[in-house]
């Protein structure tokens, strides 16, 4: 399902491999279900360290497309496989 | 002599010893209960020191000051409604970055605060050391090292923040400076704001109506309509100059300044090998050994507690019976001695014969997990088959003490983010069978038809949740959240802590469970009195005998079980005049009185925990809901067994 953004050469959080790293370059937000704010989540994965340009490193994710766990800012962050899709990042050799 | 009474606010990040330090200042002098009208837990407690009387109020773990989260939109409320007179803010030493990141944001409170810089011992470990001067210097606010749990330093922060107290001037806190093209907008919005007077300072509300923070633009808009739009047009401006969102930009440019603060304040110097920690959380979170650990760990805790529990349960009722001769004795055997005993006295016995036995060592364990990290592992774990019935991960916790007893699951769905997921959970944990029915499930069908019967009621009491859950999920209205959860670094937890976490909880417990349990327990001994039994088997007989196919007694033993879900069992047998149930139901009648008495209501204490934290409203819906569900899935079930059978 990973589709790849040649142009800006971005892709989801979730292609990246175990203990690769790339540089968030945005975050999608969500398809939006007509009420509720996708604001949000958006906001709260900010708040939470994941601003464009912050260094990600996927650790690994939980069997069966379950969440990813990946370290930001030093810290060890574990994230819903749905919310990391949203996340776009660049890799550094690529 | 008069005291002079102080209060201080402790503030910061989810787990970076919060709550140890504030179990060290407080001692058993502590109040935990809720918000008014939020589901956010509020823990004050007081002290005396040098000659004042402190209240201190423990915030709820956050990282942010947005309006994320309840507990955020608590938090900023209470620092700028209550202002308390300095904040004390616990700091994670070893994850400096993301810490001070909240920080900052309280510092645009501009509220008095010192620092309690918390578990140097473990940065120290992972090879972070801290210039404690320089810090203090960037930060403009004092800087006290800790090691809350083995009490180092806590002495030297309370010093330190009645010194700040006493200084009276608040210092000037190094406000975060912003890139040039937000701070020309903050000023241009702070002009607009001079004659705005809202709870915030003017600054706060400038970043915030940038940000685009809905709370803050509802309180603008009352006083002047015409500010908040003229925000949006300059955050509008930021977001085409930077290519992001403005809160984007100013989110960002907040953690660049804090993560410059911390690589300017600590040096790191690397650890030669991984700590136990990094160890225990690689097995922890494996993807074969994780669940593995995680299973085991959970048979292990239900297999004790219930052994356990079921024992000392056994144990105290005899014991406690004893006293019936005496208090009836005293108050003589008529109808006023039924009153006593078997409506107040009866009731008391079943809380405690609950309390001792379940729910103190299912605290103890709980907080040991979740203070030593290991919570937020399961969550992590658990997170895609939560998923499945529309919550997250976190969510498991609430549902796993469920099996236990659904009054703490109850009261736990509060680690969920919004009010929404904390109903569903609550609803969702409800539906799962208690040690309570427990009991009715082996002691009727596992004994009488066979474990796998047994077993089988508990696989579709999954798929019921799981079914429920969803259905419920796609009904109430508002957005999922997913996952975002910090897992960190594995610790040793405080014992003290953990014994006043759980004694504090349990006090919760008894107040809220046992005067229903008591007053329900009377009614009933009234209704027995009053001869009114044998009216409601009457009346209830149409459900129970014709559309459930149980004996007409049955209905009186559900009513008692709604005090405690294994009253029914034993009202039963004696109605019954049998515990061999083989003699008088039939397979099928077992099975569907015990699927009955496994969803029809929440016990009244659960009904309570329920009230408690989502008002009567909801409550009054779950527990009807939940009796004409079960209801009609007795009878259905009784249609469909017969065909078996």
């Excluded at chain 2, 259905?471 to 937890?493: H, N, Q, S, W």
């Excluded at chain 2, 009904?607 to 989502?614: G, P, Q, T, W």
Aim: proline share 4%.
């Amino acid at each position: 399902m990973e589709k790849r953004n040649l142009e800006k050469c971005e892709v989801p959080l979730t292609a990246l491999k175990d203990k690769e790293t790339g540089t968030v370059t945005s975050i999608k937000s969500g398809r939006g279900r007509g009420r509720g704010r996708g604001w949000g989540f958006e906001k709260r994965l900010m708040d939470m360290g994941l601003t464009p340009g912050t260094k990600v490193t996927v650790v690994k994710s939980a069997p069966f497309h379950g969440p990813v766990e990946v370290l930001v800012r030093g810290s060890r962050l574990a994230l819903g496989r749905g919310m990391a899709e949203r996340i776009f990042v660049e890799t550094a050799n690529e | 002599m008069t005291q002079k009474k102080l209060l201080i606010a402790l503030a910061g990040n989810a787990n970076v010893g919060k709550s140890v330090i504030f179990n060290y200042l407080t001692g058993l002098h502590q109040h935990i209960g809720n918000w008014p009208g939020k589901t956010v837990e509020r823990a004050e407690g007081t002290l005396h020191f040098k000659g004042y009387t402190i209240d201190i109020i423990d915030l709820p773990g956050i990282y942010s000051l947005s309006t994320y989260s309840l507990e955020e939109i608590v938090s900023r409320k209470y620092i700028t409604v209550e202002r308390p007179d300095v904040v004390i803010n616990v700091v994670d030493a070893s994850v400096l970055e993301r810490n001070l990141f909240f920080t900052l944001q309280l510092m645009e409170l501009e509220t008095p605060m010192v620092i309690a810089l918390n578990q140097v011992d473990m940065a120290k470990n992972k090879g972070i050391q801290i210039d404690l001067k320089k810090l203090e210097k960037l930060l403009g606010a004092p800087v006290v090292p800790t090691v809350a749990i083995k009490g180092i330093g806590i002495t030297k922060l309370l010093e330190k923040a009645i010194e700040t107290i006493e200084k009276g001037a608040v210092e000037k806190h190094a406000q975060a400076r912003y890139g040039e093209e937000v701070e020309e907008r903050i000023s241009a919005l702070m002009a607009m704001l001079s004659n705005v007077q809202v709870l915030y300072p003017p600054r706060y509300v400038a970043i915030k109506l940038l940000e685009g923070d809905e709370e803050i633009e509802r309180e603008v808009k009352k006083i002047d309509p015409k500010i908040v739009p003229a925000a949006k047009k300059l955050a509008d401006e930021i977001r085409s100059l930077h290519g992001h969102a403005c809160s984007t930009v100013i989110t960002s440019e907040r953690y660049e300044l804090a993560g410059c603060i911390a690589r300017n304040a600590q040096k790191l110097v690397f650890p030669i090998k991984p700590t136990w920690g990094e160890r225990l959380h690689n097995i922890t979170t494996h993807r074969v050994m994780g669940y593995a650990i995680l299973a085991s760990s959970l048979l292990l805790i239900f297999y004790s507690i219930f052994t356990f529990g079921g024992y000392t349960s056994e144990l105290l009722n005899n014991l406690l019976y004893e006293l019936e001769p005496i208090v009836k004795g005293a108050v003589g055997a008529g109808v006023a001695g039924e009153l006593v005993w078997g409506g107040i006295f009866e009731g008391i016995i079943a809380g405690i014969t609950i309390v001792l036995p379940y729910i103190i060592p299912f605290y103890l364990i709980l907080y040991f997990l979740e203070n030593s990290g290991y919570l937020s592992r399961i969550a992590f774990l658990m997170d895609n088959v939560m998923h499945k019935m529309g919550l997250h991960g976190k969510a498991f916790i609430p549902l796993m003490l469920g099996y236990g007893c659904n009054v703490p699951a109850c009261l736990g769905c509060k680690i969920m983010e919004t009010q929404r997921e904390r109903l569903l959970a609550a609803f969702v944990t409800t539906l799962v069978p208690c040690a309570a029915r427990t009991v009715i499930i082996l002691g009727l069908v596992g004994k009488f038809l066979g474990f796998q019967w047994a077993l089988t009621l508990y696989a579709f009491n999954l798929i019921v949740i799981f079914a429920l859950g969803r259905l419920a999920f796609k009904i109430v209205p508002g957005e999922p959240t997913a996952l975002i959860m910090e897992m960190p670094d594995y610790r040793l937890p405080h014992a003290k802590t953990i014994l006043k976490q759980t004694w504090f909880r349990v006090v919760e417990f008894v107040k809220i469970a046992f005067p229903l349990i008591i007053v329900g327990s009377l009614a009933l001994k009234l209704a027995e009195i009053a001869g009114l039994l044998d009216t409601l088997t009457a009346v209830l007989s149409p459900v129970t005998v014709l559309w459930l196919g149980l004996p007409a007694v049955a209905g009186i033993t559900l009513i008692f079980g709604i005090l405690r879900k294994e009253l029914a069992l034993i009202m039963l047998a004696t109605l019954l005049r049998t515990t061999n149930f083989a003699l008088v139901l039939s397979p099928v009648q077992m099975i569907v009185f015990t699927l009955v008495a496994m969803f029809y209501i929440p016990c009244t204490a659960t009904i309570a925990a329920l009230v408690k934290e989502f008002g009567w409203k909801k409550a009054l819906f779950v527990t009807v809901f939940e009796i004409v569900f079960a209801i009609i899935l007795g009878g259905i079930a009784l249609r469909l067994l017969t065909l078996v059978i």
